[in-house]
């Protein structure tokens, strides 16, 4: 019991020990937070690609309807902000229905329709200038509260709340996962119509993924819009938000539950104190190296290494 | 229980049924038989779902089911087998079932789960992988186990008797009764050997070409010249 969730324990003290060393580092802690707002989308993005077969390239439309929506709903309909969180949420699941209908697509082609999805969000937050701000961005939104003598506000708060908000997300996915619905989705990957013609609704199951997806990436979007105190269009629905999850979910694993949250933590970090020393400008170029790399020497990425293999399945166990 | 009106199904230039009519009571087990490539499989995968009719009817205990998806049929009381063997990928035989008694049956109870592996000859293997695990006859049991987890009112059988040697194949014809007993249902079963379809079924439809060319007591049905005719020679192909 206590092997078999080793990774997970190890994370957890990671976790804690963190802010008491680097506690009193304002820009560590800025690193961390901004860290676990890409390991929540990566951990998002795997959940739709793991369990519901999906693969997109447009996770930035849900991180940034997620953060316009919380950021609009605490400013102009004076919702608390914890409540607008949830409404971010909410509301980028809501925005992941326009995307039920490319469900039937293959692929490719899924990938392709959620990319263009992402770019017409941009778009209209751009023009929608009257209630967003347009390109001239939007500020005047509240902070992250304080509660119970907590201010989530601060660089440690928002890091315990990231940290509370990944672990009760990694609790969903895991669940969902062994539930009998996490079982049929498994089945889908590669017996479609076998496990269709004993009654397993295929698109059913593939939107409740959908939307539990955008709800994760637009709560961890929104909560990075009052973190950050700042959304403009280009920002909020930058490709950043849909390229670095994926990346940091195939270097950890992404078909672990665990390996895409530590990926991206890892994979930011690297990406902020290591590539742009060496490079400065077009730092990520290394990350695309790494990526390669990884693929090529442990394609289940970091913590696939520590999943057992199953005989024939290629679902490693975390 | 059933029944077909007029069901056509193209491929393309290729009729696959032409006007295909029959109709089965409730508690009915019916050979359907007829050549190779006759429209067999393809029939079983119209009345399931899997192929959409061009024209025609298909009526499920009273109810027009022909723009039913897939699943939902399913959760009607239809089940079925493929010819060639579907087991679910990366589930255990039992996970297999539960998936099918979950979503076919709408319920769960592991206890049935343990009884269908026990009925079905699985239960020793109920924790191996379905699909890189079985031998091809554990495969072709775990089909109909599947089938019955969703609790089926109606069950399509096909060719799950073929590569039985014989006395094997007593054993398993002696099964499907007592299935047909104890769960009540009503089976169309896909067979090539005529003596198997006279000792199992009260009735025999004879496929040719896609069109219905005799439909009858199995003794009579085998001793109709146009179905003599259209099996000699391929009736173990
Ligand atoms: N999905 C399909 N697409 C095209 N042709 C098909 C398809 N399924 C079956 N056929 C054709 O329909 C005919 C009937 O096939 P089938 O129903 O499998 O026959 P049977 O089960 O009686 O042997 C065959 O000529 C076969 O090649
Ligand atoms: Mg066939």
């Known amino acids: ?318 | 229980m059933l029944r077909l009106e007029d069901v056509t199904v193209r491929f393309g230039g290729l009729v696959a049924l032409k006007d295909v009519s029959f109709a089965m009571g409730a508690g009915e087990i019916l050979g359907l038989v007829g050549p190779n490539g006759a429209g067999k499989t393809t029939l079983f995968n119209t009345i399931s779902g899997l192929v959409r009719p061009r024209s025609g009817n298909i009526l499920f205990e009273e109810r027009e089911i022909g723009g039913m998806a897939l699943h939902a049929r399913a959760r009607l009381g239809l089940g079925r087998t493929f010819q060639i063997p579907q087991p679910m990928h990366h589930l255990t035989v039992r996970e297999n079932l539960t998936v099918a008694q979950v979503f076919g049956a709408g319920k769960s109870d592991p206890a049935r789960i343990d009884e269908i592996l026990q009925v079905m000859e699985l239960a020793e293997h109920a924790e191996r992988d379905a699909a890189t695990e079985l031998a091809l006859q554990e495969l072709k049991r775990l089909e109909i186990a599947k089938a019955l987890a969703t609790n089926p009112r109606l069950l399509l059988l096909d060719e799950v008797l073929a590569g039985l040697e014989s006395q094997a194949k007593r054993r398993f014809i002696a099964k499907l009764r007592e299935l047909h007993q104890r769960y009540g249902l009503t089976i169309v079963i896909v067979e090539h050997d005529i003596e198997t379809i006279s000792t199992l079924c009260s009735r025999a439809v004879v496929l040719n070409f896609g069109q219905v060319i005799a439909d009858g007591a199995p003794d009579d049905v085998f001793r109709n010249p146009a179905v003599v005719e259209s099996y000699t020679g391929t009736a173990d192909a």
Request: aromatic share 10%; proline share 4%.
């Open chain 1, 1 to 318: 019991m206590v092997v078999k969730n080793l990774p997970g324990i190890l994370l957890a003290l990671a976790a804690c020990l963190i802010p008491l060393v680097y506690g009193g580092n304002g820009y560590i802690m800025g690193l961390m937070v901004s860290g676990l707002i890409v390991a929540g989308v990566a951990l998002a993005w795997a959940l739709l690609g793991n369990l519901g077969g999906m693969v997109s390239f447009g996770h930035a439309a849900f991180f940034g309807v997620g953060a316009y929506a919380s950021a609009l709903l605490s400013a102009k309909a004076g919702l608390p902000v914890p409540l607008s969180l949830l409404a971010g949420g909410a509301v980028a699941a809501l925005s992941s229905l326009a995307m039920l209908p490319a469900l039937r697509l293959s692929g490719p082609y899924f990938a392709l329709a959620i990319l263009a999805y992402a770019h017409i969000f941009k778009i209209l937050a751009t023009e929608l200038s009257w209630l967003t701000g347009g390109s001239a961005g939007f500020a005047r939104f509240p902070v992250l509260p304080t509660i119970a003598g907590i201010d989530f506000s601060s660089r440690i708060g928002s890091y315990w709340l990231l940290v509370v908000m990944v672990g009760l997300c990694l609790l969903a996915y895991r669940a969902v996962k062994a539930s009998h619905v996490g079982t049929a989705l498994r089945a889908m990957a590669e017996s479609e119509d076998a496990t269709r013609v004993v009654g397993v609704n295929a698109t059913l199951l593939k939107a409740w993924m959908l939307l539990l997806s955008a709800f994760i990436t637009g709560l961890f979007g929104a909560m990075n819009a009052h973190i950050i105190n700042f959304l403009e269009p280009d920002y909020a629905f930058s490709g950043t938000w849909s390229v670095l999850p994926i990346i940091a979910a195939i270097f950890g694993g992404y078909r672990t539950i665990l390996g895409p949250v530590a990926g991206a933590v890892a994979i930011y970090l690297f990406d902020q104190l290591v590539a742009k020393a060496i490079l400065p400008v077009g730092h990520q170029i290394i990350l695309g190296v790494l990526l390669a790399g990884m693929i090529l020497i442990a394609p289940n990425g970091l913590f696939g290494l520590f999943g057992k293999k199953k005989t024939g399945a290629a679902h490693a166990a975390a």
